[in-house]
């Protein structure tokens, strides 16, 4: 009767930093129900909005964060997330409070995401107010 030799190699699989992976940060936002898309527009009148912000950071590396709500320049919200670690998820359900409406106009929320020390924003996400 013959032998037969199996090797089986037990092991973690982590993807590996190469030239061709492409290094982002996703940046998104969710309702109760689901994710909200881009230039997406809220109810009319509404006082306050409660959304979930999010990233994932995919630039095979730790990064610093900032993210900041503004309407029309006012800013509405921030926070400073810290390093969030390659491939990790970070998620924070906000009430942001809505400036009074004016007559001009339908105005976007903005929500900006910033790396660390810059000034110009590496993502934003938009959402139509509208008036009536």
Do not use: C
């Amino acid at each position: 009767m013959g032998m037969m030799l199996i090797t089986v190699t037990i092991g973690e699989h982590f993807p590996r930093s190469s030239p061709e992976m492409e290094r982002y940060t996703e940046f998104y936002l969710l309702d109760d129900y689901r994710l909200i898309p881009d230039s997406a527009s809220l109810e009319p009148q509404q006082e306050s909005v409660r959304l979930t912000i999010g990233i994932i950071n995919k630039e095979q590396s730790p990064a610093d964060y900032r993210i900041e709500a503004r309407m029309a320049d006012v800013p509405l919200w921030s926070a400073d997330l810290g390093y969030v670690n390659y491939l990790h998820t970070w998620e924070q359900a906000v009430n942001v409070q809505l400036p009074a409406m004016t007559a001009d106009g339908m105005p976007q929320l903005e929500l900006l995401l910033f790396r660390a020390g810059e000034a110009k924003p590496y993502r934003s996400l938009h959402l139509r107010v509208p008036n009536e």
